[in-house]
């Protein structure tokens, strides 16, 4: 019942980011994203997975292995690839 | 150690959540967040920290706590407060 709870949390957290990861992708642009918040989201997201991992949490892992691949989209299209519009705010 | 490393994941994950709430608060306008967004983030947020309870994890609980007072002020000035610029996209 817990880990349905957990899942249910998972799936929607998650879920809820993909429109902002497909937009992304398909206009090959992150100018808008914020360098700062690229970076500590990836850091933060990548914690949390190992966290996931080490307290047995298969919902916190799951949850965080597919949107640490959505930042490292992120962060190649904006740090590697990609328009270069480095819009400020 | 592993306390440690999930406090961590949720420092960097809510705290880079900071400035987006900021400026939601500053400028009192919520329009460019998709309501299906706000909706699905807010009871995803609501689920973790359910689970983050019954689990017994801290870092899960208490960022998810402070992660729902922000969806919650977000909500409130997207749906009953601020500006009503129902921008699409």
Redesign the interface.
């Known amino acids: 019942m817990?880990e349905l709870?957990?899942s249910?949390?998972?799936?929607?957290?998650t879920?809820?980011f993909f429109?902002q990861v497909f937009k992304t992708i398909k206009t090959k642009s992150a100018g808008d994203f914020?360098p700062?918040?690229i970076v500590?989201?990836t850091?933060?997201?990548?914690?949390?997975m190992?966290?996931g991992y080490?307290?047995n949490?298969m919902?916190?892992f799951i949850a965080n292995v597919v949107t640490l691949v959505c930042m490292c989209m992120l962060t190649w299209i904006k740090f590697f690839s990609g328009k270069q519009n480095t819009s400020v705010e």
């Open positions: 817990i709870i957990g249910l949390a998972g799936v929607l957290t879920v809820s429109p914020s700062v918040w500590m989201m850091t933060g997201v990548f914690f949390w190992v966290y080490y307290i949490s919902p916190v």
